[in-house]
């Protein structure tokens, strides 16, 4: 799940800084052909109405935030003790 919010995280990051990259050409195409979200994921992200085109990045901080959660599980979960152990967190 990390890897996985960490790479939308950065294809969202290319969308907000330019415009050449859009939701449309690049976002949406990259996360479905990858499988980076889930139909459950897709609905929340729809749901916030974050705007990946949208240069003030809350998108990618959006994302970044999810991999940040997904890490604190792990801990919680005794996962991984810290965060140096993320080997523990891959899919």
């Known amino acids: 799940r990390l890897y996985r919010y960490l790479n939308v995280a950065h294809v969202a990051g290319y969308v907000a800084l330019s415009p ?3 939701r449309d050409n690049l976002f949406e195409p990259f996360v479905a052909a990858h499988k980076l979200l889930t139909e459950s994921e897709w609905r929340m992200f729809k749901r916030e109405r974050l705007d990946v ?3 003030s990045g809350a998108a990618f901080h959006e994302f970044v935030l999810w991999a940040m ?3 604190s599980a792990a801990r919680d979960r005794r ?3 810290s965060p140096n ?3 523990a967190l891959h899919d």
């Open 20 to 22: 050449t990259y859009t």
């Open 53 to 55: 085109d949208d240069p």
């Open 69 to 71: 959660t997904a890490v």
């Open 79 to 81: 996962e991984i003790a």
């Open 85 to 87: 152990e993320m080997v």
